[in-house]
């Protein structure tokens, strides 16, 4: 399907919900939600169930990324170790 798409989109942004690829790379959502099904299946693609609320409404969706890739740390300062 658009599985091509969807990875190159991935690749270039990191982590990504459906809402925002489907946007981004103009395939229809209940698409890409297929083809993100089928990526996670052939362990492209790491993925989970979100729910984003907008202005008090709730908006389910899958949070993805590309398989074995883990996103950057946070900028900030981190917590030290005490010895």
């Known amino acids: 399907m658009h599985s091509n798409q969807i990875i190159q989109y991935l ?6 919900i459906d809402l925002e690829i489907a946007e981004a790379t103009g395939i229809t959502l209940p698409n890409v939600r297929a083809s993100l099904l089928n990526l996670s299946a052939q362990g492209e693609i790491s993925r989970c169930n979100v729910t ?29 170790t005490k010895d």
Not at 11 to 16: A, E, F, L, S
Not at 53 to 75: E, H, S, V, Y
């Open 52 to 80: 984003q609320f907008n202005n008090g409404k709730p908006i389910d969706g899958i949070l993805c990324r590309i398989a074995g890739t883990i996103p950057p740390k946070a900028p900030g300062r981190k917590p030290g």
């Open 11 to 16: 690749k270039k942004r990191g982590q990504c």
